[in-house]
């Protein structure tokens, strides 16, 4: 069952009233009698199907309460992921945490055919660009990562759910066994192994860890956090973890900013020792924002496989799965390979001038008709600025680079491979 064919059945179509029977009863249950008035899905979740319904409460103003429902795509998900979920919202609002509020979760069965959570709906923006926008016009977010230090210290003072795994796991063996079973060969990623296997931190004392702390998971209004979301990578672990991985290039948006891409170090760490967190070493945090650059670009290398599975998501994986070499600029950067620079420049070079050759105006046969550049410029603002929509541009520009410059920079790559002694990147891996 594809992930819109199971949330059909779950949900609704949208044509007619909104809503399957059984997702009427779950908010009859919960929020009383009345109506369904809208159903918007939320495209953004990367693993789970997330929508925002309108409920119209009877005898009421005709003013909808919107509440939140968040499932698991298939029937066949681990029936325990949304009360472990449920389970760790509430004890977040019990220590202070920003959180919606947990309404009803189950397991799937009678009451809804898969495992969800429903929640109260919260206010604020979460995409990324947005709030870097924000923050740097106002001039910087120093006081914003203090607090978002505060909250993880809150988050690393929670009780552990009974539902989640007591004995935790080890970050830096896990992820490394998950690379090697992708069967990848890169001397970026080999190095950064290395490395975090020769500096590893002293061990600290575990805690919850959220798992997945950075801004794409925080609903923020007014430079203030008003939701903490998204935890179903929470395990037990090292509490730096949630730290790093705030920190690592990939969640800070090619900004100057460390943390988060709007503030400091210093700032995000004096907000963690405030709230009664530990004392933590930089070169302790850079060991861990290194491994969260790792962690995502194994993360990015395992949505590209998925993209060859049947369902609705393959674009959207694939482009992601493209994203494993901005992780190994990211983390050669990260571990003092500033000579990658001049490599980066020439590869701009070479896509600027393929790209220029391609969209001159003597590339049409008649110089009557529309260049290549013309029909490009054309195709590529089609496109609408739905997020379906905002892929197939993103897909388009990719192929288009690829196939005009693709070639160029595997035969400079080659050359400088053959030059150092080696057959294949391989080779040097």
């Given amino acids: 069952m594809t992930e819109a064919a199971a949330r059909e059945d779950a949900v609704g179509e949208s044509g007619g009233a909104p809503g399957t029977p059984q997702l009427r009863r779950l908010l009859t249950g919960v929020l009383g009698e009345g109506e369904i008035s809208a159903i918007r899905p939320v495209t953004a979740g990367a693993s789970k199907q997330i929508d925002l319904i309108d409920y119209l409460p009877a005898g009421g103003d005709g003013t909808p309460s919107t509440v939140v429902l968040r499932a698991e795509p298939?029937?066949?998900?681990?029936?325990?992921?949304?009360?472990?979920?449920?389970a760790l919202?509430?004890?977040?609002?019990?220590?202070g945490v920003p959180v919606p509020r947990v309404l009803a979760a189950g397991r799937g069965g009678d009451d809804y055919p898969v495992p969800y959570v429903l929640t109260t709906f919260v206010a604020g923006e979460s995409l990324a660009p947005r709030l870097l926008r924000r923050f740097a016009q106002e001039g910087g977010g120093e006081d914003f990562v203090r607090e978002l230090g505060g909250y993880l210290a809150r988050i690393h003072a929670m009780e552990v759910p009974d539902l989640i795994d007591p004995?935790?796991?080890?970050?830096?063996?896990?992820?490394?066994?998950r690379y090697r079973a992708l069967g990848v060969d890169s001397a970026a990623f080999e190095w950064a192994f290395r490395w975090l296997e020769e500096n590893r931190p002293s061990e600290i004392n575990r805690t919850l860890v959220h798992g997945d702390f950075r801004l794409g998971n925080l609903m923020v209004d007014s430079d203030r956090v008003t939701g903490v979301l998204d935890w179903e990578l929470s395990h037990v672990?090292?509490?730096r973890e949630d730290l790093g991985w705030l920190g690592a290039p990939p969640w800070r948006f090619r900004s100057l900013h460390p943390v988060a891409g709007v503030g400091s170090r210093e700032a995000l760490l004096q907000g963690y020792r405030d709230a009664g967190g530990l004392e933590i070493a930089p070169e302790d945090?850079?060991?861990?924002?290194?491994?969260?650059t790792v962690k995502w670009g194994i993360m990015c290398l395992g949505r590209g496989r998925e993209a060859a599975d049947p369902g609705d998501r393959g674009l959207e994986f694939a482009l992601i799965g493209r994203r494993f070499?901005?992780?190994?600029?990211d983390v050669l950067r990260q571990l003092g390979w500033d000579s990658i620079e001049a490599g980066y420049a020439t590869a701009r070079r070479t896509v600027a001038d393929a790209?220029?050759?391609a969209t001159a105006p003597a590339a049409a046969t008649d110089a009557t008709l529309p260049s290549a550049g013309e029909i490009e410029q054309?195709?590529?603002?089609?496109?609408?600025?739905?997020?379906?929509?905002?892929?197939?541009?993103?897909?388009l520009q990719m192929v288009l680079r690829e196939a005009r410059a693709g070639a160029r920079l595997r035969a400079h790559d080659q050359e400088a491979l053959t030059r150092a002694g080696y057959v294949s990147e391989g080779d040097l891996a």
Avoid: I, K, N
């Fill in 167 to 177: 004995a935790g796991t080890d970050e830096h063996a896990d992820w490394h066994e």
């Fill in 325 to 329: 070499a901005e992780c190994e600029y």
């Fill in 378 to 395: 054309s195709l590529t603002t089609s496109f609408g600025t739905d997020y379906g929509s905002r892929l197939q541009g993103a897909a």
């Fill in 285 to 292: 945090l850079h060991w861990w924002e290194v491994l969260g």
């Fill in 355 to 357: 790209e220029a050759l």
């Fill in 89 to 95: 919202l509430t004890g977040a609002a019990e220590r």
């Fill in 237 to 239: 672990g090292d509490p």
């Fill in 74 to 86: 298939t029937v066949g998900s681990d029936p325990d992921g949304m009360l472990r979920e449920a």
